[in-house]
């Protein structure tokens, strides 16, 4: 069997610090060697303290894809469970070693395993010495966000950004825009009283902060289509549970608003965050409210052709 090169984190969001690793891995592997990514999912957070655990970033369909985008023949999820996070160093090493028999391994200089994160790359170098591997550090990846101020590219960076709706600073990191994914659920169908029938999603991954958003939506029969995406809690119609939804542009609907094609629910969608349009707002009326969705909906059809730039934050 081809020689494994092996790289080991959470990898959530798989955005530029975790490609680097991936590309380094492919570097050393070769043509004729294997690329193994080893990704905790869940993150272990949530068996060793699930209140501190982040919000998810990708689903694991998304890593998977995104992990052999970057270049990993073999991707392998390591669900985590407290005989696997209770292991010393050493001997979660000689786990890998006896499963994998990795030629090398690839890590960031930040790189932590073993019970209590007792281990770090200096560790991982000195039992690679033991064990017969070679161990390669890749140094931290920075980019640059809107401001032009310089960060050090993390999931936990591109959560904040997240969550403080700065969609284009978290495609600077991510490499891509940020992606929901989810199934589309019945909401309170208000929106088709309005002329604007929206797919409300249901996702695991994190919902970014209130407010109206240009998009797109990837749809199941592979169609890409700019979406309005709002988020928040409707106050112009009075108390409301926090929700995503998307107003899709161009589309076919019938006389229910339901996408011609697909299902009226249940069906699967990827939203894209493509740059940030408005806080939300309160309006006075209905018709005050629709007309400025009106608006909204021809200036993402504007970012969306090209000029996302006018967005802001």
Request: aromatic share 6%; with cysteine; hydrophobic share 45%.
């Amino acid at each position: 069997m081809p020689a494994a090169v092996l790289t080991i984190g959470n990898f959530d969001g798989v955005h530029l610090g975790h490609q680097a690793l991936l590309a380094r891995a492919r570097e050393i592997a070769g043509r004729h060697g294997r690329v193994v990514a080893l990704a905790f999912d869940p993150h272990p957070l949530t068996v060793l303290r699930p209140g501190a655990a982040p919000a998810r970033l990708s689903t694991w369909a998304q890593r998977d894809r995104w992990l052999r985008d970057g270049g990993a023949d073999e991707v392998v999820r390591l669900v985590p469970d407290a005989a696997t996070l209770t292991l010393p160093p050493g001997p979660f090493v000689q786990r890998l070693v006896a499963e994998h028999a990795p030629a090398a391994i690839v890590e960031g200089a930040d790189f932590r395993f073993g019970r209590d994160r007792a281990g770090d790359i200096r560790t991982l170098t000195s039992l690679g010495a033991t064990h017969g591997f070679a161990v390669a550090m890749v140094e931290p990846i920075t980019a640059a966000l809107a401001d032009q101020s310089v960060v050090t590219v993390s999931s936990s960076l591109v959560r904040w950004l997240v969550e403080n709706g700065r969609a284009r600073d978290a495609a600077a990191l991510l490499g891509r825009p940020y992606q929901l994914a989810g199934v589309v659920v019945r909401g309170d169908r208000r929106g088709r009283a309005i002329g604007f029938p929206t797919a409300n999603l249901e996702s695991a991954c994190l919902a970014p902060a209130d407010g109206v958003y240009a998009g797109r939506a990837e749809l199941p029969d592979g169609r890409t289509v700019p979406a309005a995406i709002s988020v928040g809690t409707k106050p112009t119609f009075g108390p409301h549970g926090r929700t995503v939804e998307a107003f899709l542009l161009g589309v076919d609907a019938d006389g229910s608003g339901a996408i011609r094609g697909l299902p009226e629910y249940g069906w699967p969608v990827r939203l894209e965050l493509i740059g940030w349009v408005r806080e939300q707002v309160s309006f006075g009326s209905v018709p005050a409210l629709v007309g400025q969705m009106t608006r909204d909906c021809a200036r993402i059809e504007h970012m969306i052709g090209g000029s996302v730039g006018a967005g802001t934050p």
